[in-house]
């Protein structure tokens, strides 16, 4: 899917065809085949193997520089389905004509963006528009991050309750998102310090115009991501030490059932112990008695109830 945006007079036009952009002009890419892929390589001068470079799902996060563009690569955060998340590659091109996106899938990153809901967003403010992208992906990291700490919650309590392997799994599933937002950014991070190097550089790049407001934005970008690491990072170990502590409890029931179990099986054990020895073909106690039976029920009995209260004593009943 091409779109091509661009902002006049403070409206955001969004019915402009690719042949018709102008300077200025906004090319929102989304899961392109190899014709859009031309076309765009056409229009912007960047090679179609460039380009295909951001539709890599496995591609981190970098920046990369050259004479007519700026390449920088993000990874940003997705929902998958519930209580499961991953991030996904960002392209992101400044030409001195136009900014470019390249996803691989339509995300919440750039829909605020699209549907014209991000204040103070211009188009043809490139390098502004570049940081507003990092801030909004930075943002939403917090937010998932905030879902998931909600989640963890709900599922603690569930646990305190009823431990089943559905609640495990789902513990399981937001390891594993934390996981992949950590790497995300920390990555994120370093392109963030980088483009704050080129603007701090003695010979910036021509592409990269960067303004007062613009930097303060750029810092704010990077107070959230580290802000969102923080996070993730406490999330990540309350995680680790809440599945260490309920396989603990597990452990822990399962040792209680097991010694219950044998408990019973010893004191199970005396009374078949007694009947069987009154079971052999030979002269024995009361074998002539008409209350034998009734006696041997007795001793087993008493037999039984003083392995109860032998077990009792040593705490293993």
């Known amino acids: 899917m091409l779109q091509v945006y ?10 402009i065809s690719l042949a018709a952009a102008e300077k200025g002009s906004w090319i929102n890419v989304v899961n ?17 193997d460039v380009l295909k470079t951001a539709l890599d799902t496995e591609e981190r996060s970098h920046v990369e520089l050259e004479d007519n563009y700026i390449f920088v690569v993000i990874n940003i955060p997705i929902i998958l389905e519930t209580d499961s998340y991953d991030t996904l590659p960002l392209g992101i091109f400044i030409t001195p004509d136009f900014i470019i996106t390249l996803c691989i899938e339509d995300t919440e990153v750039m829909r605020a963006f699209t ?6 967003f211009y ?4 390098t502004r528009f570049l940081f507003q992208i990092l801030y909004r992906s930075a943002t ?27 609640e495990f799994f789902l513990l399981l599933e937001l390891q594993k998102s934390l996981t ?9 991070g370093i392109v963030m310090e980088k483009l704050m190097h080129l603007r701090r550089s003695t010979t910036p790049h021509p592409l990269l115009k960067m303004y007062e407001e613009d930097e303060d934005l750029l810092e704010d970008v990077i107070i959230e991501n580290k802000q969102a690491i923080e ?3 406490m999330y990540s170990n309350i995680l680790m030490s809440m599945s260490d502590t309920f396989a603990s409890i597990i452990s822990n029931n399962l040792n209680m059932v097991m010694k219950f179990l044998a408990s019973i099986t010893i004191i199970l054990a005396v009374p078949t112990i007694i009947f069987s020895l009154w079971g052999v073909n030979v002269p024995l106690p009361f074998s002539t008695s008409e209350m034998g039976f009734i006696y041997i029920i007795g001793i087993a009995f008493i037999c039984a109830i003083g392995a109860i209260v032998m077990l009792w004593r040593k705490d293993l009943f």
């Open 6 to 15: 661009k902002h006049n007079n403070g409206h955001l036009e969004d019915n």
């Open 123 to 126: 188009t043809f403010k490139k």
């Open 231 to 233: 996070m993730v990072e």
């Open 180 to 188: 992949y937002f950590t790497s995300a950014l920390r990555s994120n």
């Open 115 to 120: 549907h014209n809901k991000y204040p103070l």
């Open 32 to 48: 392109p085949d190899s014709e859009d892929l031309q076309l765009v390589s056409m229009v912007t001068e960047i090679p179609t």
């Open 140 to 166: 939403l990291f917090l937010r998932y991050l905030m879902q998931i700490n909600h989640r963890t919650d709900d599922i603690e309590n569930i646990l305190r309750h009823s431990m089943q392997n559905k």
